[in-house]
């Protein structure tokens, strides 16, 4: 074979040689891309609100007949949700998760729960509620007519309960600067991961 030939099939070779590690190695990096797009890069259990997201005032009673508004708590960091008495699957698992996120703190927070049925949600089936789920004097149950509460869900997006239809199940955490920080729905809320995400918000703030 030519002295000439054998040269070009060797630099042939090496430069495929080449491209095929270069496939190996690009090919495991667009990889490890994928995987980190699935990981969520806010570091955030809940779903993280957009940046200045307001939290509106209202002026409504908790369980004890007492007047409650937004502005009282400026400066501290609130876990909001929305809530009906008489409920017996979403409403009870919420709870328990708050719950369990605020004995992991190990303090109580603030825990604000907003009625979505304001037909029922009378004293008696919001005292009975807040008992049987062992948050009497850690949640602040409000509740109101529903021209006092339409505006609050317009505002987080939430659809009351209705007839043959289930309401919104929502929960959201505000920070001390008095902005929604992070949301989940029930379906995604986890005593550890409010926990998780209280704490950071307690840092940030």
């Known amino acids: 074979m030519p002295a000439r030939l054998r040269l070009t099939l060797l630099v042939t070779t090496a430069i495929l040689v080449a491209a095929l590690g270069g496939v190996v190695v690009f090919g495991g990096g667009s990889d490890g891309a994928s995987d980190a797009k ?14 200045g997201a307001p939290v509106p005032d209202f002026r409504l009673r908790d369980q004890d007949g007492k007047l409650a508004t ?5 400066g501290r960091t609130v876990v ?12 009870p698992l919420a709870a328990q ?16 729960a907003v009625s979505v049925d304001p037909k029922d949600d009378t004293p008696f089936h919001v005292d ?15 509740t109101g007519t529903r021209a006092q509460l339409e505006p609050i869900w317009k505002a987080y997006g939430i659809q009351p309960q209705g007839q043959g239809f289930e309401h919104s199940a929502s929960t959201v955490v505000i920070g001390a600067d008095g902005q929604q920080r992070v949301g989940f729905l029930t379906n ?13 918000v307690q840092r940030e703030s």
């Open 128 to 142: 009975n509620f807040l008992v049987k789920q062992r948050m009497n004097g850690r949640m602040r149950f409000l």
């Open 38 to 51: 699935g990981a969520d890069p806010t570091g955030f259990h809940g779903a993280v609100r957009p940046p």
């Open 70 to 74: 937004m502005d009282q708590y400026r």
């Open 80 to 91: 909001l949700t929305f809530m009906y008495s008489t409920c017996e699957d979403t409403c």
């Open 188 to 200: 995604q809320l986890t005593p550890d991961g409010l926990a998780a995400d209280l704490r950071r």
């Open 97 to 112: 998760s708050i719950r369990g996120a605020l004995d992991d703190l190990g303090e109580d927070l603030p825990v604000i």
